[in-house]
């Protein structure tokens, strides 16, 4: 039996847990740390993150926040900052044991969003 992307992520707890490293490691990241910390509600944004990721990799669970393209316009996102998010992800990604293909799939869902956060 085939298993979801949502599944092989561990579910809601263990997107949860991805965010929060992620996040943790996003503000311990010099290229991006500053836009994390000055973010506003911190607890908001990995509360969409959770969202986002559990209704986006198959999950029963309802993404209530605003699109990718309304969420970043105006902040000027540069590749650079992008990349380091990204990195920050797949950092997390490998601290939770989570195995190369699920690692690629997200990179390639992450990616196919990025002409929706930078510079826009």
Known sequence: MTTTLYERLGRAEGIKRLVDDAVDAHLSNPLVKTRFENAGNI???K???VEFFCA????PETYSGR???TTHKGMNISE?????VVDDILGAMDKNGLDETVK???LAILYSLKGEIIRV
Do not use: L, N, P, T
């Open 43 to 45: 607890e908001h944004a």
């Open 47 to 49: 509360r969409m993150s």
């Open 56 to 59: 986006g990799s198959g999950g």
């Open 67 to 69: 699109d990718m393209k």
């Open 80 to 84: 650079q900052e992008f990349i380091a």
């Open 104 to 106: 690629q799939k997200v």
